[in-house]
């Protein structure tokens, strides 16, 4: 089973989330599990989703808070795929179309 964290912080949320937790109910193809990762419910969330309660410092950036949670993902699942609040599955997908690395050139070319 694949563990799918979607992380949420503190911001002036929207629906976003919601569209994008349908999308993965719509077209994922395998067992997973959707956990929601923040310091903030929404009312809607059900007994399909897994929600972790993490407190954010108001204080923290953005990234910090993310970085809290990223941390918790690690301790808690040895695999897990993060994707965001904003990243909708529009077509059918399986966890092998997420692992398989796509990339348009050689990274060995990349100059830095």
Do not use: H
């Amino acid at each position: 089973m694949e563990n799918v964290v979607i992380p949420l912080v503190k911001s002036k949320w929207g629906n976003e989330i919601l569209y994008s937790v349908r999308s993965w109910f719509k077209n994922f193809e395998g067992d997973f599990q959707l956990n929601i990762v923040g310091n903030y419910k929404p009312k809607w969330i059900n007994g399909n989703i897994n929600f972790k309660y993490i407190d954010q410092d108001d204080s923290n950036t953005t990234e910090e808070n993310l970085s809290l949670i990223r941390e918790w993902c690690i301790n808690e699942f040895d695999e897990f795929i993060w994707t965001n609040d904003d990243i909708y599955l529009l077509n059918p997908i399986n966890s092998s179309d997420i692992r398989k690395p796509l990339y348009l050139q050689d990274i060995s070319a990349v100059k830095s």
